[in-house]
Nanobody
Framework: QVQLVESGGGLVQPGGSLRLSCAVS????????MAWYRQAPGKQREWVAL???????NYEDSVKGRFTISRDNAKNTVFLQMNTLQPEDTAVYYC???????WGQGTQVTVSS
């Protein structure tokens, strides 16, 4: 069974940075597009960023210029570098493989002073 396991969340002050990782337990990872979503308390889950199998990227408007999605196919891992974090970035962040529609368990990111 393929698993997506996120790590790297935590508590950070406004203006700080975090790097999330999502390890995929399948070598076919390299042909998958991968995405990050987030869900804040009381809100719907929202898309944050996408990286295609060829490395093209796309971002939700509020994170453009602050977040960077990347991947290491040799390590079956996708990353989300988050800079200049703000309290409104507080959420549980989820890794998602659109096809075959797999989700990780999520990692909590809290931005607070």
């Amino acid at each position: 069974q393929v698993q997506l396991v996120e790590s790297g969340g935590g508590l950070v002050q406004p203006g700080g940075s975090l790097r999330l990782s999502c390890a995929v337990s399948h070598s076919i990872f390299s042909i998958w597009d991968m995405a990050w979503y987030r869900q804040a308390p009381g809100k719907q889950r929202e898309w944050v960023a996408l990286i295609t199998s060829s490395g093209s990227t796309n971002y939700e408007d509020s994170v453009k210029g602050r977040f960077t999605i990347s991947r290491d196919n040799a390590k079956n891992t996708v990353f989300l570098q988050m800079n200049t974090l703000q309290p409104e970035d507080t959420a549980v962040y989820y890794c998602h493989a659109p096809a075959p529609d797999l989700w990780g368990q999520g990692t909590q990111v809290t931005v607070s002073s």
